[in-house]
């Protein structure tokens, strides 16, 4: 009768166990966000142009080319943190941005103050195509293989260790494909 009393200890235990054991598992993906577009045709855009920059269009995604496309706004603190490094990817692979939910004359102030790298530039005004792509917030980057097809999606802002580890094996296996 006295292993009674020790039944509620062992049963918490247990499950403290199958808890810590659920949080250990995968440590790399269990922190990213999934998307249902990986390995699936990246959904059609629907954009404005920004003025004076060369439009982003459907028919860039499906162009034969590897390619990254970059959702930003200018109120984003983390995608001023990402822009170099974007810009140094852009000399190896072409970056296409989405400006997101933002001013023009505001984007056009960023791209000046920052650099302006992108191939093509649309604008995701009413957050239309950010919801089709399913997008949580700026900064997301996604590597798109040259048939139009999501390889990755990385939400969050695009750093040198990022790149190493997580961008360029994606653009590797999309040349690949």
Request: glycine fraction near 8%; aromatic fraction near 10%.
């Amino acid at each position: 009768m006295k292993w009674i009393a020790l039944l509620p200890i062992a049963i918490f235990a247990a499950l403290g166990g199958f808890f810590a054991a659920a949080n250990l598992r995968d440590v790399d993906t269990r922190d990213t966000l999934p998307s249902a577009l990986i390995d699936r045709a990246a959904p059609p855009m629907t954009l404005t142009e920004l003025p004076g920059k060369v439009p982003l269009t459907n028919e860039i995604l499906t162009d034969g080319e590897v390619k990254l496309v970059n959702f930003w706004a200018s109120w984003c603190v983390p995608c001023r943190v990402e822009h170099p490094h974007l810009a140094d990817l852009a000399e190896t692979v072409p970056v296409y941005g989405i400006n997101y939910k933002d001013a023009p004359a505001d984007a056009l102030a960023f791209l000046d103050e920052l650099g302006d790298f992108y191939a093509a530039i649309g604008v995701d005004g009413d957050a239309r195509t950010g919801i089709d792509w399913g997008l949580y917030g700026v900064p997301e980057t996604f590597v798109i293989a040259g048939d139009g097809t999501v390889m990755l999606r990385f939400a969050g802002p695009v750093t040198a260790s990022v790149v190493e580890d997580t961008i360029t094996p994606a653009l590797e296996a999309a040349r690949a494909r």
